[in-house]
């Protein structure tokens, strides 16, 4: 199994595109919470950049990205100032940018994980550096705007989403399936699985009430 | 580290599972944390992972020593993981056995707030340095659990005395390394500090305070200085004014 040849054949434009679509919908979100320039500006950085950023402060592998490449800042910057200066137009997309970011979550999963591949780690650090990454900004969103983190609560498939996608991702490498083919698979279930959650509302049950049942099994005749 | 006054030579070091233990435990408080306030599967799971491992990989971030151990290990991620799932479905249960709890949390607390000072001190950052570090991993993931559940972290308020535990354990676990102790037994030793700190605490009820304001008090004591100089300064005036006008008035003078 060698994970560490992998090359990532994704067009460069989704990067821009996912980067560019963060820091829109982060400066949305500050907008919807009424808050200064500096607040939206803060916002959408942490929205477009913050997942990235996580990224390659945990892998340790030198300066991150956004800092040594001007132009991921400059798309950040483009996105932040289109939700700034056009807030009710942009907001109008708002079905879009559903679809969008749908597809934008493949799109930070297969980046994060494709550079934890080529660092050499495992599948399963992979996965959960995959899912830091595509979660991070919208977490500290979240914490920026005083929201609890909107990936944990209950009701929210998104992590399931990228769980699903990274998952998809690392074990298609791992079994030598083409990369652009595996690229596409993991888009398609990042999409399927957020998109399908949002048409269907499934909700995963919550932990006491499947601890009660496995204690009830054990001791049936004692009541709780 | 270093040989000298050996404190327990028998104990040459710790065994391999105990990292893997102490992530397990606190893994697993995390895990029944979230469990009990209604998160569900991948809510558990995040916040099991945060809490297990928080502290570990605060510190690799801070020393900027190459990929975190919590990563090129797989077991790390795997222990915290299953703690999630354990947590996820018996943490009804798991909440009955408080005192063992508090028992393993202080042990798991206590080694990897020495797990955290080691590294800072074979690289050769001086002791402060290392109490935070050490300080950072033992809480580190109890902070991030609080944060990803939405709230001002617990630690950092008034109430159970984790994080003084924590701090005293690594301090006496720094002072031993610097007074070349064992690596081992300097271990156990903050290991069973932290963990009777926590023990005792629970049971008696021990409480940090919040910030005891002494700006009164200091004014006071000011001020009574200041009026007992004054009243000094007035007896000496009563008795004898004349004199110490005139010693003014000498220098004055002159």
Same mark, same amino acid.
């Given at each position: ?76 910057? /483009? ?6 200066? #056009? ?11 559903? /679809?969008?970011? $749908?597809?934008? &979550? ?11 591949? *080529? ?13 830091? $990454? ?8 979240? /914490? ?5 983190? $909107?990936? &944990? *609560? ?14 998809? #991702?690392?074990?298609?490498?791992? &079994? ?18 957020? /998109? ?5 509302? #499934? *909700? ?13 099994? #054990?001791?049936? $005749?004692?009541?709780? | @580290? !270093? ?21 397990? =435990? ?12 209604? %998160? ?47 947590? %996820?479905? +018996? ?56 944060? @990803? =559940? ?9 109430? =159970? ?23 081992? !037994? ?6 069973? =500090? ?15 305070? !919040? ?9 006071? +004591? ?33």
């Amino acid at each position: 199994m060698n994970l560490y040849t992998v090359h990532l054949t994704m067009p460069h434009a989704l990067e821009i595109i996912a980067i560019t679509l963060g820091a829109l919908s982060g400066a949305l979100h500050a907008t919807r919470k009424e808050m200064g320039v500096l607040g939206i500006f803060s916002v959408a950085f942490a929205t477009g950049l913050g997942g990235g950023a996580i990224r390659d402060v945990i892998l340790d592998d030198g300066t991150p990205a956004f800092l040594t490449n001007g132009n991921i800042l400059a798309y950040a910057v /483009l996105g932040a100032v289109i939700a700034y200066f #056009f807030a009710r137009v942009a907001a109008r997309f708002e079905q879009a940018y559903v /679809l969008l970011d $749908a597809m934008m &979550l493949g799109a930070w999963v297969l980046i994060a994980t494709d550079k934890a591949i *080529q660092l050499n780690l495992g599948v399963v650090a992979s996965v959960y550096v995959g899912l830091i $990454a595509a979660t991070g900004g919208g977490l500290l969103r979240d /914490l920026l705007c005083k929201d609890p983190p $909107a990936v &944990l *609560q209950p009701g929210q498939w998104q992590a399931i989403a990228v769980l699903g996608a990274a998952v998809t #991702f690392v074990g298609a490498v791992a &079994l030598d399936v083409p990369i652009i083919i595996a690229q596409i698979a993991t888009m398609t279930v990042a999409t399927t699985l957020l /998109l399908s959650s949002r048409a269907f509302t #499934f *909700q995963l049950p919550t932990s006491y009430a499947v601890s009660d049942r496995i204690i009830r099994i #054990f001791r049936p $005749a004692r009541e709780l | @580290m !270093s040989s000298g006054p050996h404190i327990g030579d028998l104990v040459i070091s710790l065994p391999d599972w105990t990292p893997y233990a102490a992530v397990f =435990v606190s893994g697993l408080a995390g895990a029944t944390y979230a469990a009990r306030r209604g %998160f569900d599967v991948i809510g558990v799971l995040g916040i099991a992972i945060s809490t297990g491992l928080g502290g570990l990989l605060l510190r690799d971030v801070l020393l900027q020593r190459g990929t975190p151990v919590i990563l090129t290990d797989p077991l790390y991620l795997e222990v915290a993981a299953i703690t999630a799932v354990i947590g %996820f479905f +018996f943490a009804g249960f798991i909440a009955r056995f408080k005192g063992t709890l508090v028992l393993l949390d202080g042990l798991s607390l206590g080694f990897l707030c020495t797990v955290g000072a080691l590294p800072a001190l074979r690289d050769g950052l001086g002791g402060g340095s290392a109490i935070f570090l050490g300080v950072v991993t033992g809480v580190g993931g109890l902070i991030l659990r609080d944060i @990803m =559940v939405g709230e001002a972290p617990d630690i950092l308020r008034p109430g =159970v005395f984790t994080g003084v535990a924590a701090l005293i354990g690594t301090v006496v676990y720094v002072g031993l390394i610097e007074q070349k102790a064992n690596q081992a !037994s300097a271990q156990i030793i903050a290991m069973s =500090v932290v963990m009777a700190m926590r023990i005792i605490g629970e049971r008696r009820g021990w409480h940090t305070k !919040s910030a005891i304001d002494l700006t009164d008090r200091t004014w006071d +004591f000011w001020q009574r200085g200041k009026r007992r100089r004054a009243s000094a300064v007035d007896s000496t005036g009563d008795t004898g004014s004349t004199s110490g006008t005139g010693s003014t008035g000498g220098t004055g003078q002159q």
